[in-house]
């Protein structure tokens, strides 16, 4: 029996004895009042018969409602009627049995005057326990039923709301791939009539670059650390077509390798920063990624020392652009993407929450 079951169970005996033990009192209650007998001696007598009848009536009329229930409901009630009467009987025995066994004055006649003089009342008490007891259970059942329903109905919205959001994602993702091969056998290209050789080693390195991608993007975010791998890959290609004009650092601290990140994520930064601030210059320019925790979070940035831009001017689809969207798809509001122009270049930061779990 699971826990969940035992305090279903435990609930509904609960309930039976209260109501038992409620209308034992209000029994006594009555008797004492028209003059019958003292309450001190009606009590305790008043008790045991609804403390019977409330275990006959608790035990048999679940069972009762379990194999009527699809009949109809004048042909139930009829059955369940004739239930409590019988119950009414075999808890008048039972009781006074009981009463004759601890009571000092046993004998065949007290049990039968015990008999005449309680089936009456066992028998209004049988039905009343019963009557309320359906409709209460009833009640609780369609409440119940609502609940679930109710229950069901949100985990539907929140599996259909997910899937949305996946869908977004891989969206977003299907089309930043294109975009950063495309980026990338653009600068290659530019190598092939100015210096084969180069070409060749710049074709290689895409070659492991794009094996290195698509084994990360086949997980949801992953290590840090593999995603520098990546930006390394990208940057030594962009080194080959640029030479000289583009200087650049990876200065990561080695207790943030292991945290998740969405794959592509420092790439996209890398690659944003070469193509609007230092490839378009004569003099090239220089570039440092970084990243430390804080908190609760890990902070990732890229620095360039070129002009500097705004994301409101930033075209649609520009890679900024789709990797806000993923960090939104994804984190939520936790996740933001700041863009700050300082005295000697310009800082693109993604910030999200922390994780050195697995990939999710």
Not at 75 to 92: K, Y
Not at 230 to 249: H, T
Not at 269 to 298: Q, Y
């Amino acid at each position: 029996m699971t826990e969940r079951l035992r305090a279903i169970v435990g609930a509904y005996w609960f309930r039976c004895a209260l109501v038992s033990a409620a209308a034992g009192v209000l029994v006594a209650v009555l008797f004492s009042a028209s003059g019958v007998a003292p309450l001190a001696r009606v009590l305790p007598r008043a008790l045991v018969h609804s403390a019977v009848m409330g275990g006959l009536v608790g035990s048999l009329l679940p069972r009762v409602h379990h194999r009527l229930h699809a009949t109809g409901a004048a042909r139930g009630w009829t059955v369940v009627l004739v239930v409590l009467t019988a119950l009414a009987g075999a808890g008048t025995a039972g009781a006074c049995a009981l009463l004759e066994l601890v009571g000092p004055h046993a004998s065949g006649a007290v049990f039968r005057a015990c008999l005449a003089g309680s089936f009456q009342i066992n028998l209004i008490l049988s039905l009343a326990l019963g009557v309320g007891m359906s409709f209460y259970e009833a009640q609780r059942g369609r409440v119940d039923a609502l609940s679930l329903a109710l229950r069901t109905q949100e985990l539907e919205h929140e599996r259909a709301r997910k899937m949305a959001l996946e869908a977004r994602l891989a969206s977003l993702e299907a089309r930043l791939h294109p975009h950063f091969l495309f980026n990338t056998l653009n600068a290659i290209s530019e190598l092939i009539h100015e210096s084969p050789a180069r070409a060749e080693r710049a074709v290689e390195r895409l070659a492991a670059l794009l094996r290195a991608s698509l084994d990360a993007t086949e997980r949801g975010l992953v290590p840090l650390a593999h995603e520098l791998e990546l930006v390394r890959d990208y940057l030594a290609i962009e080194q080959e077509r640029l030479g000289a004009r583009l200087a650049y650092d990876v200065a990561v601290s080695p207790t943030v390798a292991q945290c998740r990140v969405p794959p592509l994520a420092v790439q996209t930064l890398v690659e944003n920063s070469i193509k609007h601030a230092i490839a378009p210059r004569a003099a090239g320019g220089r570039l440092r990624v970084e990243a430390e925790a804080a908190g609760d979070r890990l902070v990732v940035g890229v620095w360039d020392d070129g002009p500097g831009f705004t994301s409101e001017v930033s075209a649609p689809g520009h890679g900024l652009e789709s990797l806000e969207g993923r960090l939104a798809a994804r984190f939520g509001a936790s996740a933001s993407l700041r863009i700050t122009r300082r005295d000697d270049g310009t800082l693109v930061t993604i910030s999200l929450p922390r994780s050195d779990g697995g990939a999710s």
